[in-house]
């Protein structure tokens, strides 16, 4: 089934402090949706929140994946709906390699019985690897321990391709990435497109957006979306920057402020 996903007047705290104000987006699958938006505004809190991360409380709204209410579930049952995030900062996992971590991550989403082999796994991750370009020694290499930031970005792409998720969330998966591995990246997450699934691809930075191409644009104020529109209003970003996104909605502060 083609992914449908929609949130709706989302709020969220983080110890007490709201950061979501009311979040309202629709994408169904083969959709590509940016949020961009200035450091401090609430991207990765709405990321977070999504996936269901203990530390933020989602205090009003709703969130839901084909009908299905994704607030309701634990982390681990967002991502057998098929939720992935690939993070703004992947956290390292001493004493457990990458392909342990991604051969658990597989079989979690199959029933008892329907495991994926050990050869097929391997063959499908060194293929994987090959198209991103990565050294097969990362396989055995415990999980994003001393991995550079451009390999940790790398190595998120390798878990969503891996994972075959029907709703993708990039946090800055641009962030650290020189421009061919901007590219490389780009091509993994090309290649992922399909009818069947939709990508929120969350970025500061226009460039990314050279390389995968959004149909909807939404920029992220205060804890809020603030402007949705085309292609073209990434385009006005990257040559004028977000002053005049602030100046239009009388905005002063961008950032998720201090306000009660
Ligand atoms: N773990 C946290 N603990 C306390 N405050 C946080 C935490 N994460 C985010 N915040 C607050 O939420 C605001 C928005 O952060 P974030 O969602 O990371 O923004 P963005 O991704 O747009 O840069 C920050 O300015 C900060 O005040
Ligand atoms: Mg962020």
Redesign the pocket.
Known sequence: MAADFVISGLKAT??G?E?LKGIDLQMKGGEIHAIM????????????ALMGHP??EVTEGAATLNGEDLLEMAVDERARAGLFLAM?YPSEISGVTNSDFLRSAINARREEGSEISLIKFIRQMEGKMKELEMNPEFMHRYLNEGFSGGEKKRNEILQMMMLDPKIVIL??IDSGLDIDALKIVAQGVNAMRSEERGFLV?T?YQRLLNYIKPDFVHV?MQ?RIVKSGGPELAERLEAEGYEWVKEELGIEDE??GQEA
């Open positions: 983080i110890e402090k950061i938006g200035p450091n401090g505004t609430g991207k990765s809190t709405l990321a977070s530390k933020y703004q946090d800055e969350i500061h992220m804890g950032t998720v």
